[in-house]
């Protein structure tokens, strides 16, 4: 299923397709799309970049970081499909200029009669570093290892299938052995 009908990348709008209409919008998809286009289209790489996407951003340096977002550039907007209707907006999208939200969109190229509803519906979350008696603390594979180390492994082996990528094979009682999957 389509997200993105067309780029258009001398006006800097991405329209969305039919498939958009009263939908979730997840603009990591749309994202995917204009990538792929950038990779399979030699015409799309002939100008910059209009949108990407990552995560694990500083907000506050050393306080809060971003999760999974979506970013619009150099003054790009996402078109609506041109028919009346609603979208749901899953993922953080904001632009390089200071916009987020429901204000990434461009209603303009619309049909003065049709109406698009946007509604902002992602967790508001941000990714904090807390650190205590300046250290930042173990890592999960510390504590993990630390756990591992401290309990005894047969009981745990019994239960359990794959850690981090490890398989446990063996009877779970003598000879258990930890490998890669």
Same mark, same amino acid.
């Given at each position: 299923m389509?997200?993105?009908?067309?780029?258009d990348y001398?006006?800097?709008?991405?329209?969305?397709?039919?498939?958009?209409?009263?939908?979730?919008?997840?603009?990591?998809?749309?994202?995917?799309?204009?990538?792929?286009?950038?990779?399979?289209?030699e015409?799309?790489?002939?100008?910059?970049?209009m949108?990407?996407?990552?995560?694990?951003?500083?907000?506050?340096?050393?306080?809060?970081?971003?999760?999974?977002?979506?970013?619009?550039?150099?003054?790009?907007?996402?078109v609506?499909?041109?028919?009346?209707?609603?979208?749901?907006l899953?993922?953080?999208t904001?632009?390089?200029?200071?916009?987020?939200?429901?204000?990434?969109?461009?209603?303009?190229?619309?049909?003065?009669?049709?109406?698009?509803? *946007?509604?902002?519906?992602?967790?508001?979350?941000?990714?904090? $570093? @807390? /650190?205590?008696? %300046?250290? +930042? !603390?173990?890592?999960?594979?510390?504590?993990?290892?630390?756990?591992?180390?401290?309990?005894?492994v047969?009981? *745990?082996a019994?239960?359990?299938?794959?850690?981090?990528?490890? $398989? @446990? /094979?063996?009877? %779970?009682? +003598? !000879?258990?052995?930890?490998?890669?999957?």
């Amino acid at each position: 299923m389509a997200t993105v009908a067309s780029v258009d990348y001398a006006a800097k709008r991405i329209y969305l397709a039919a498939a958009t209409v009263d939908a979730d919008l997840d603009t990591l998809a749309v994202y995917r799309e204009v990538r792929a286009l950038r990779r399979t289209n030699e015409a799309h790489r002939k100008y910059r970049p209009m949108i990407d996407a990552g995560g694990n951003i500083t907000k506050i340096t050393g306080t809060s970081y971003t999760p999974a977002y979506v970013r619009l550039l150099n003054g790009c907007r996402i078109v609506p499909y041109n028919v009346t209707h609603k979208i749901r907006l899953v993922r953080d999208t904001f632009t390089d200029s200071g916009l987020a939200g429901r204000d990434c969109f461009d209603r303009g190229p619309l049909s003065v009669s049709v109406e698009v509803d *946007i509604d902002v519906d992602f967790p508001e979350i941000e990714i904090r $570093e @807390v /650190t205590t008696s %300046g250290s +930042t !603390g173990p890592t999960a594979i510390e504590i993990a290892a630390a756990v591992l180390a401290a309990a005894s492994v047969t009981p *745990i082996a019994a239960n359990i299938q794959k850690v981090n990528d490890v $398989e @446990v /094979t063996g009877d %779970g009682q +003598t !000879g258990t052995e930890w490998g890669p999957v």
